[in-house]
């Protein structure tokens, strides 16, 4: 035994004293009576009825000397070593999107895995030591080696579900770093899947075979006949008859229903007819009516995005020819020529996009996107610079780039990588800032896109289209030709289908100086605006709302985020969570410090010396 507290037992020097006091205490009191004889008789008859009388000052002294030494302890708080009855206990705690499904007994899956981890702290031995990991957005250590069950409860109850999909990879290596340092850790895994091995780990299966409902993949389409909403619908516990509601603009009255039998765990495709062809909208919500366990994917919701009429362009060139009947394809281009010697940076401007076709100019016009055809000199702020010409003996075919980034996706979307595209005279550039490149001969870049020093989006073709290559007659000519403007103009952001986890690219647009983004929570965040294109990683499910201030005008745009797919799932699997090692057998000593039993003892203690008091005063009247 030892104490938390043992200058506590300092108060053991009452006991002494009370001792002192007793002994130089009076033994009689002084009372006035009629007659001596009367109190004579009066003695002898009470020492005859109350033979205990003589003792009860020594009972009261005991008592009084017990209650110090027990106040005593009770301000030492004594702890008792338990050899071996304690433990380190690491649990991991799944933090998925499945984990917000509600239960029969209407709590989450999350909410029932901390009972369970609370359930477990408290019922564990004293000097026991504690490790969460929870799984989500990042895997999180919430403590570690906690001693305390308040302390580590506390901080238990501040933990919350994401709605991503969660990696176990982070979870299983952190779990296997404390195992290896402890063997003898117990290791609990609380969640909602199955896992078909789990060697030196408990797994706690939170699920039980709630209901859901889920829709996905929605679609608008516009045609002939009207505005039409197709998706998929899932039940991933029983077959099941869906109600599909479609509401436009935010209206509470559908404005389209559908019923749609559905299989278990299969896809259900529906199409529904939701106006004729004078029908408008800003947005689509398309709901399932019936509820279920989770809400997050019961709805999704679809948005029409109108692109801007038109774009102004200056061509700066002396044979615009190919570059001007390019541009002609796409109607919402405006399009302006000059030649190289009529091109005057104080009266050529105001323009989204200066190309400039076998001519550099001395400065960069700062208020729209730059093109490079075949650039004739470096120009300060543009990113690379002229090194020459290289001019071949024989045409070469040039080389589509191989990187899976996401950039370079879009800007080859559609192209045929197959297609043989020759060159046999370039410009040699080198560079010094940021850019994606596309197409390569020999290592050095021909078709290359980023963004200048002011920040305006910015392509490079290294090569003359008039002559020297077979670019403008290859079917990829289009199809990259398309995709750069795409790039120059873009919206602010691209359609698409977005889940938790996913990252939000957002076009920074010329003349972009702000960009604001306010999530499903309310959480705002300013993305940065100083390259192309800011990233922002989506966490929420539902509705986004993208703010741009571009020259001074607010532009909005909505985004609607979904629960990840593999998170819908009521019961899944996972392949292993499994710690490498043999598990040990070595405790921690435990320990007993509840002071409950001494304040009891001590309670007992003072009533009875109160009831000792009480009783020498009766014998005294």
Known sequence: ????????????????????????????????????????????????????????????????????????????????????????????????????????????????????????????????????????????????????????????????????????????????????????????????????????????????????????????????????????????????????????????????????PVTKSAAADFTIDVGDQNFSFSSLRVAVRQSDALALDNEVMVYHRESASSYKTLIVSKTPFFLNATFATFGNLQRYVVSPDDYDPATCSGYGLYIFDNFTPQTLPTDGAVWFVNPTASVEGSGFSRRGEEELESARQMAFSTSTSTKVRNLLKDTLPGEQISVIKYVKCGLYSTFTTLMTLGGDPLIFAGSTSSGNREVVLAFSLQENTDFVLSYNYTVIMRNLINYTFPALVEDGTFYCGDDLTVNVLTGCTSIRLESPQGKIEYLDTSSASAEYEMTEVGEYTVTATINNVQQTVNVYCSLPETERFVSASEKSFSINGEPGTLKRDGRYDDLLYIFIILAVLVIADWMVYCYEQYQLR
Request: glycine share 6%; charged share 20%.
């Open 1 to 260: 035994m030892s104490f938390l507290y043992p200058l506590g037992l300092l108060g053991l020097i009452a006991v002494p004293v009370l001792i002192l006091i007793y002994i130089l205490k009076r033994k009689y009191t002084e009372q006035v009576i009629p007659s001596t004889y009367l109190w004579t008789l009066s003695e002898r008859f009470l020492k005859h009825k109350n033979p205990i009388s003589r003792i009860t000052g020594i009972i009261s002294l005991i008592l009084q000397i017990l209650v110090v030494v027990f106040i005593s302890l009770a301000i030492a708080n004594p702890v008792f070593v338990l050899k071996g009855r304690a433990n380190d206990y690491c649990f991991v705690l799944d933090g998925s999107g499945s984990m917000n499904i509600v239960s029969s007994d209407g709590v989450t899956r999350f909410e029932k895995g901390k009972d369970w981890i609370e359930n477990a702290i408290l019922s564990s031995a004293d000097g026991s030591y504690y490790t969460l990991v929870t799984t989500g957005e990042t895997t999180d250590v919430v403590f570690k080696d906690v001693d305390d069950k308040k302390s580590a409860i506390e901080k238990l109850s501040e933990v919350a579900p994401s709605q991503v999909a969660s990696d176990y990879t982070n979870a299983l290596t952190v779990a296997q770093g404390y195992f290896s340092h402890n063997p003898s850790m117990s290791i609990v895994l609380l969640s909602d899947k199955t896992f078909e091995s789990h060697n030196n780990v408990e797994v706690v299966n939170l699920s039980s075979g709630e209901q859901n409902y889920a829709v996905s993949s929605v679609e608008y389409q516009i045609n002939s006949s009207g505005t039409q909403v197709s998706g998929k619908l899932y039940s991933y516990e029983s077959d099941a008859t869906l109600d599909v509601d479609v509401y436009a603009d935010g209206s509470s009255q559908p404005v389209a229903t559908k019923s749609v």
